[in-house]
């Protein structure tokens, strides 16, 4: 039966005999609205019309108390004179705020027999004469619970108190509110808590004392991918499907929460589809009133995507954190093979020089040769550093991946062990790649060797394999770059060996300078190899299993330009005695240059600064055919001696010299800038190319 068909006592209460019935019949008509789910407003304006009518020329009001302040705020005065009800909408509580605040202050009833002289009314008594009201009874309603919940009042237009049934009758229904407030906001309060755990994402289960299922929330159907009518009465025992001893586990967390009040922690947990996960798991103990145990409640969080993401996180800071020590090692060791090759050019330059005497004896020669051999040997490990830096001297050209590996494929197999079977796997007619030939060669080199040796006495297998890829978005499996390798076309060049393999903390340090798990100073392998890749603007991959092997996989963007033959050019000497003016601030160097040149005739200047440059070109602009500039000057740089030689004469030409390679020392000047550039440590006969290449210009 619905509230709105209980049965209707007004019309029997007015001509009603007994006031006693006609209120008896009232409080079963508002429980019986309140058993029939009436909401709150509808009931209370039916008590305050039945009262009405029980009472005539009483107004009825109907105050509760406000959640947020102390203040009553007006629910129902379905009689009350518009321009009243609206100003004691809302009324403070306190001990001398009209019948009702002072009521509901007092807890209390307040009854106030004249508005007009009652001091409680001085702030109303103007407003509530001009509406007609004389007198007003107040009653708190009180909760079981003792809490105040609003006030219930009786309005007169006369002057007067209340009689003993009056009395009566107002308890009455103020209880009557009372409990049909306390029904409303019970009510309200379990929706509230009803909506908070059904639309909160984490899972929360209820269990008994007996630790069965007893209540669980949508989110834990959505977690666990069960019913709730599938949950109801299992054990934690449920939750831990994949553990040796389920319920030793669950017991373990059901003593610590007994001990302490609570147990936080993350454990897996295992989806009905069998998806695997880690949750973040708080179980609480419950207690009634009393302190008596009645049950747990377990507050489930999926944080699977979460570790998943820290793991991500954690292996990319690794990553940088190996690229940025890779590239300060970089710029330490290109800093050290830039002055180490000025030291080289003396050496190897006067050896050339000094072999050239043909009054050497036999011994003499002897030692010439092995200090040329020896600064040999030293410039190649120079070039290797420069490779780890990125800043080798490249000569790119347009080439096949798969042609270049074949052609030193008779070299690589007799530099390894015989033991090793070593297979090429090489895809044909791949798209060209832009590269230097040399440092290709090198890369493929270092790593064959570096498999080679990883099998060791064993006899094992290396395999090279290339193919062509497509990389469709950034490709973040590829640990150099470290921020992916950008979507685009790759000659792929794999080196993959059954050999010892390595762990994780190895394989973190393979690429530093000079590591090594065989034994110290082998030297630059795989850092140079890093630094190829990272100069061809590739990508490189390592992959490794202790016991199984290693596979190395270096990716090599495609070039979009065409394959030229190879033209070296005439080599030859300067064609006529030139003019050469020298500015490097290594004396070596410069000793070396001006010895040369003069044995071929040229006439040198030879300045150690830049200042010192700038002053003998100044007094002998118009002889000087030639500049030989060093990049690296101190205090005032090569850009702005060029800038002043410029200046002073247009035409003038000049060629670059670093230990750097051309690339990077090429952005740092605009096209055109210069007519030549030469790689230190450089021979007596380069440096007579580059200079003739530069006066053959224009």
């Known amino acids: 039966m619905s509230a709105n068909s209980s049965p209707d006592v007004r019309p029997a209460l007015p001509g009603s005999a007994n006031a006693t019935a006609t209120w008896i019949e009232l409080e079963r008509h508002m429980i019986a609205m309140l058993a029939h789910g009436a909401g709150l407003s509808e009931i209370l304006e039916e008590v305050a019309r039945c009262v009405e009518l029980a009472l005539p020329g009483h107004h009825v009001s109907i105050m509760r108390r406000s959640r947020s302040a102390n203040e009553l705020l007006l629910e129902v005065g379905p009689t009350l004179p518009r321009e009243y009800a609206e100003a004691v909408a809302r009324v403070p509580i306190g ?282 040997r030293a410039a190649d490990l120079t070039r290797q550093m420069l490779a780890y830096s990125g800043r080798a001297a490249f000569e790119l050209s347009v080439t096949e991946l798969s042609a270049e590996v074949r052609e030193i494929g008779s070299l690589l197999g007799s530099s390894i062990a015989k033991k090793v079977d070593l297979r090429f796997e090489l895809a044909p007619n791949l798209p060209p790649i832009e590269a230097d030939r040399a440092q290709l060669q090198q890369l493929t080199m270092n790593l ?68 090594t798990t065989k034994f110290t100073g082998r030297g630059l392998g795989l850092a140079a190899v890093i630094g190829i890749v990272r100069a061809h603007y590739g990508g490189l991959k390592v992959s490794s299993e202790v016991g199984r092997g290693t596979v190395f996989r270096v990716y090599l963007p495609f070039s979009t330009k065409e394959r030229t033959s190879d033209d ?26 001006a010895t040369s040149l003069e044995l071929f005739g040229h006439r040198v200047f030879v300045a150690l600064s830049g200042e010192q440059g700038l002053a003998i070109f100044e007094a002998h602009a118009d002889e000087i055919d030639v500049v030989l500039l060093d990049v690296t000057m101190p205090r005032l740089g090569a850009r702005e001696i060029l800038d002043a030689l410029r200046r002073r004469r247009q035409d003038v030409r000049v060629v670059l010299s670093s230990g750097y390679a051309e690339a990077e020392v090429a952005r740092q000047f605009a096209q055109g800038e210069f007519e030549g550039f030469i790689q230190k440590p450089y021979s007596p006969q380069t440096l007579q190319d580059g200079l003739r290449r530069a006066l053959e210009k224009r």
């Not at 507050?299 to 292996?315: C, G, K, L, M």
């Not at 070296?568 to 240059?593: C, H, K, M, N, S």
């Open 95 to 376: 001990p001398d705020i009209g019948s009702c605040g002072s009521a509901a202050f007092l807890r209390r009833r307040v009854v106030v027999e004249d508005i007009a002289v009652d001091p409680r009314w001085a702030g109303w008594r103007d407003l509530a004469l001009r509406a007609g009201l004389r007198a007003c009874w107040s009653q708190p309603i009180i909760g079981s619970s003792g809490d105040l919940l609003g006030a219930f009042a009786l309005y007169l237009q006369t002057p007067g108190g209340p009689s003993a049934d009056e009395v009566d009758h107002i308890e009455i229904a103020a209880h009557l509110v009372g409990l049909a407030i306390e029904r409303n906001e019970a009510e309200s309060q379990r929706r509230l808590r009803d909506a908070i755990v059904n639309e909160l994402t984490d899972s929360v289960i209820v269990f008994d004392r007996d630790l069965r299922i007893v209540e669980c929330n949508p989110a834990t159907e959505r977690m666990w991918g069960y019913t709730r009518a599938e949950l109801l009465g299992k054990t934690p025992a449920f939750f831990y499907p994949r553990a040796d001893q389920p319920e030793q586990v669950a017991n373990e967390v059901v003593a610590t929460v007994r001990r302490d009040g609570r147990w936080d922690g993350e454990r897996p947990f295992e989806t009905k589809s069998g998806r695997v996960g880690v949750r973040d798991v708080t179980v609480l103990l419950l207690k009634d009133p009393a302190g008596r145990e009645f049950g747990f409640l377990a507050i489930n969080r999926d944080v699977t995507a979460q570790r998943r993401a820290e793991v991500e996180r954690e292996e990319l800071r690794g990553k940088m954190l190996q690229t940025q020590k890779l590239e300060s090692l970089g710029i330490l060791a290109g800093g050290i093979a830039h002055d180490f090759n000025n030291l080289l050019t003396g050496i190897l330059g006067n050896a050339e020089l000094a072999l050239d005497n043909a009054g050497l004896g036999a011994h003499t020669r002897t030692a010439l040769l092995a200090i040329q051999r020896s600064a040999d």
């Open 568 to 593: 070296a050019g005439a080599l030859g000497q300067l064609a006529t005695r030139a003019t050469v003016l020298v500015i490097d601030d290594e004396p070596v160097v410069t000793d070396l240059v």
């Open 448 to 515: 064959v060797i570096n498999a080679a040796e990883a099998i060791g006495d064993e006899p094992g297998e290396v395999v090279v394999s290339t193919w062509a890829w497509t990389n469709g978005s950034v490709e973040l499996d590829v640990q150099y770059p470290t921020d992916g390798l950008p979507p685009g076309r790759y000659a792929v060049l794999e080196v993959r060996d059954n050999g010892c393999g390595m762990d994780a903390e190895t394989l973190r340090l393979i690429f530093d300078p000079f590591f």
